[in-house]
């Protein structure tokens, strides 16, 4: 690789790297060795073999022994008086991070998956706090719902029982016809009377209608022929003169 590949980066960086320590020089210094762009969780799977680069590229590095507790500035000044306050490095090899490149796509994927998940779990939480002022009111009409199933249910229950109950009287009520007749009759019959009651001489006519016999009246004695009209009817006598007037 030509040198122009190559970058200087300050001692205290690479030894950060080596030391385990975090930070955005070290990050820096991670993004360059893969050659790509690295989150918090690649650079954790990319920083043992970037160790092992630096360790290839300078064995003076695996004499830098870093104890957890020990002043992290004093220690890279130790370590810089015998190594130096810069080193020139380059990239690790693209064949020798194939490998590692297929892990750190199939991690990139797998993150790109969740955050696409989760923005739509996002979505579905707001539509559900959209709708959380209609769950009560949701909840107040399927109760009223199961309330009306359970009021038809019984309604039908009933006319069932109804229709059942009313199959037993079929066929046992017989009509009379002549009675039913007779009934009409009477019905007609005190109408009539009470309406001849109001009539002028109505008591009469409504015992007539009733049966009562009337005593006939008296037949007037047979006038004899000829004197239908009597001699002294009449102003004066009409007799044989015509001295008088008279009809």
């Given amino acids: 690789m030509s040198d122009e590949a190559r970058r ?13 320590k975090g930070g955005t020089d070290v990050s820096d210094l991670l993004c360059y060795l893969s050659q790509r762009e690295l989150s918090a969780d690649e650079e954790g799977v990319v920083a043992p073999m970037s160790k092992g680069w630096l360790y290839s590229m300078e064995p003076r590095f695996m004499q830098c022994c870093y104890e957890e507790g020990e002043p992290f500035d004093a220690w890279t ?3 810089a008086s015998k190594l130096g ?3 020139s ?3 690790i090899p693209a064949v020798d991070m194939a490998s590692i490149s297929i892990v750190l796509d199939k ?3 797998a993150k790109a998956t969740v955050a696409e998940q989760s923005s739509a779990i996002e979505g579905l939480q707001a539509n559900v706090a959209e709708f959380e002022p209609f769950k009560a009111q949701a909840a107040d009409l399927e109760k009223k719902v199961e309330d009306l199933t359970g009021k038809l249910e019984a309604a039908q229950t009933d006319l069932a029982k109804a229709k059942k109950e009313l199959k037993t009287f079929e066929g046992k009520v017989a009509i009379n016809e002549t009675e039913v007749e007779s009934s009409v009759k009477d019905i007609v019959s005190r109408a009539v009377k009470d309406a001849l009651a109001t009539l002028p001489a109505g008591a009469a006519v409504a015992a007539a209608a009733e049966g009562a016999e009337v005593a006939p009246a008296e037949e007037a004695p047979a006038e004899e022929a000829g ?4 001699d002294d009817f009449g102003f004066g006598a009409s007799g044989s003169d015509d001295g008088g007037f008279g009809f």
Avoid at 8 to 19: D, H, N, P, R, Y
Avoid at 227 to 230: A, G, N, T, Y
């Fill in 227 to 230: 004197s239908s009209v009597p």
């Fill in 85 to 87: 306050s810069n080193v």
């Fill in 8 to 20: 200087v980066f300050k001692m205290e960086t690479i030894l950060g790297l080596i030391a385990g």
């Fill in 107 to 109: 991690l990139a994927d």
């Fill in 77 to 79: 000044k130790k370590q």
């Fill in 89 to 91: 490095i380059e990239p």
